[in-house]
């Protein structure tokens, strides 16, 4: 019930930094260049760590690659995500919400915040982590998208909303890992063993 107003507000958010448009192919294209980048820069004092990241981020492209051809023309709208909503980070007065905790926020897509709230994906207990295949990740965003609100644009294109999702997922987790080295990241063993569809 509170959704559409939350929405409301990340809207009032976003459009301090402006909304565009971009095919997914481009997106893909630009978001996996800088994974590369930053993966092969780090180094880990684990390191099981380095291996799990390189293989996982392999795994990734991967998966892209499967969909890659089917997505790559249609659209993800991005902006300045707050990049790590849940609901420790929202708080409701006079009847408005507001968010806090801003240090991970970055371009990301849209809806990004949306879906990480939907499906708690900071939490290992999330479903999403009881997912092992990408249809399932695809029938889950779906599920995250249904609502009028968002408009029909998003529900279109949730295929190609998923995987960006992964995408940023990817990159959200990656930086924790650098920050935290935690010894068993579940984020990335969960990936290693996502199958295509």
């Known amino acids: 019930r509170m959704l559409p107003e939350l929405w409301r507000s990340l809207n009032e958010f976003y459009s301090l930094f402006g909304i565009k448009e971009l095919k997914f192919g481009d997106y893909l294209t630009r978001k996996l260049e800088s994974l590369s980048n930053q993966v092969d820069s780090v180094e880990f004092a684990d390191p099981r760590n380095q291996r799990l990241v390189k293989l996982t981020l392999i795994k990734l492209q991967n998966i892209l690659h499967y969909y890659r051809e089917s997505n790559k023309r249609k659209s993800v709208f991005i902006?300045?995500?707050?990049?790590?909503?849940?609901?420790?980070?929202?708080?409701?007065?006079?009847?408005?919400?507001?968010?806090?905790?801003?240090?991970?926020?970055?371009?990301?897509?849209?809806?990004?915040?949306?879906?990480?709230?939907?499906?708690?994906?900071?939490?290992?207990?999330?479903?999403?982590?009881?997912?092992?295949?990408?249809?399932?990740?695809?029938?889950?965003?779906?599920?995250?998208?249904?609502?009028?609100?968002?408009?029909?644009?998003?529900?279109?294109?949730?295929?190609?909303?998923?995987?960006?999702?992964?995408?940023?997922?990817?990159?959200?987790?990656?930086?924790?890992?650098?920050?935290?080295?935690?010894e068993n990241p579940h984020f990335f063993v969960w990936l290693a063993k996502l199958e295509n569809n």
């Open 79 to 182: 902006t300045r995500a707050h990049g790590d909503l849940q609901f420790s980070n929202i708080l409701y007065k006079d009847g408005r919400f507001r968010f806090i905790d801003f240090e991970r926020s970055e371009e990301r897509q849209v809806v990004y915040d949306l879906i990480c709230l939907q499906l708690q994906s900071r939490f290992t207990s999330s479903k999403l982590y009881k997912s092992f295949s990408f249809k399932s990740i695809d029938n889950l965003v779906k599920e995250c998208l249904k609502w009028s609100f968002l408009g029909k644009e998003y529900g279109y294109q949730s295929e190609a909303i998923s995987l960006a999702f992964l995408l940023d997922e990817f990159e959200y987790w990656l930086v924790d890992l650098v920050n935290y080295e935690r």
